[in-house]
């Protein structure tokens, strides 16, 4: 019996100094503190790829958390945001052609043919057109334009402008055709004073878009045809939103990239009116007819 007794004393005596010895203390440690260290680990790794991080929400949810490094991280280029290309309103045209404006000049004349000029409209309905000086011309803001002339005669023409006069045509010169010199004076005199200004006849269609020859879904050219005022902008629908297009000299709006190429189309004129059409294709050389048209003003 007291044998037996010893032998438990030492036994419990035992138990009590490993229960109280540094190394079972260590050894304990990691284990419970494992699952955070895979947890920080994982925050860490998101941090160095520039993804964000996740942090618990007072609800239990993850909410988002910006890693310091997300900034000068580079993400891939298709999910690179680009800047918004929305162009809601294009403002009435700054030109020197303007609503309620008359500028003085003089009249010339000049065979006109067809009708058909550097604003590349093609064959003229009729031959009441002219060409505008290339100051006034302003990198054919004018093609369209249908501006009426006074001679101080009291005779006066309404002619829609088709072409461009280059020097030695002054700043406020029209070149009319023949014929629209005609309603006006002898053609005979060569030259006569004038005064003309912007109107927005009653007489109009329907405007018509056409796409230049070589024009695809990958670079394409588009203009505007037999609009009642003149167009100060003409853009095309992207995936990024409206697009406005560069104006050229010969009257022709251009998508290098083919960005809208056969998408919608919305053009402005001089009033800020927009307008827009859908379900055009791209055809080069094509005229296709719509059933839009500008305010009377």
């Not at 006569?192 to 927005?200: R, Y």
């Not at 018509?208 to 990958?218: C, D, L, V």
């Not at 290098?256 to 056969?262: E, I, L, M, Q, T």
Request: glycine residues 8%; proline residues 9%; aromatic residues 6%.
């Amino acid at each position: 019996m007291g044998t037996t007794v010893a032998l438990t004393a030492v036994s419990v005596l035992a138990y009590l100094l490993m229960g109280s010895s540094p190394d079972h203390t260590t050894d304990a440690g990691p284990a419970a503190a494992s699952p955070r260290a895979t947890t920080q680990k994982k925050a860490a790794t998101a941090a160095e790829s520039g993804v964000p991080s996740t942090t618990a929400s007072p609800s239990g949810s993850p909410s988002p958390k910006a890693s310091p490094t997300t900034t000068t991280a580079k993400p891939s280029p298709k999910d690179t945001p680009r800047p918004p290309r929305e162009a809601s309103t294009t403002p009435p045209s700054a030109g020197r052609i303007k609503p309620n404006t008359t500028h003085q000049g003089v009249a010339t004349a000049y065979k006109a043919g067809v009708g058909d000029g550097a604003c590349l409209f093609g064959p003229s309905p009729d031959l009441m057109v002219a060409a505008m000086n290339t100051t006034d011309y302003e990198t054919s803001k004018a093609c369209g334009a249908y501006v009426l002339v006074r001679a101080a005669n009291g005779k006066s023409v309404t002619v829609r402008i088709t072409n461009e006069c280059p020097l030695p045509c002054a700043p406020g010169q029209i070149d009319l055709s023949e014929q629209a010199f005609a309603e006006l004076a002898d053609l005979k005199l060569g030259r006569l004073a004038i005064t003309w200004s912007l109107v927005s006849p009653s007489t109009a269609g329907t405007i018509s878009f056409r796409y230049k020859t070589g024009s695809s879904q990958y670079w394409c050219a588009i203009q505007a045809i037999n609009h009642r005022n003149p167009v100060t902008g003409l853009e095309v629908r992207t995936a990024g939103g409206w697009r406005q297009l560069p104006r050229t000299a010969y009257n022709y709006f251009i998508s290098a990239d083919g960005s809208g190429c056969g998408g919608a189309i919305r053009i402005t004129d001089i009033y800020g009116e927009q307008l827009t059409v859908s379900g055009l294709t791209v055809r080069p050389n094509v005229v296709q007819p719509t059933q839009v048209q500008f305010a009377r003003h």
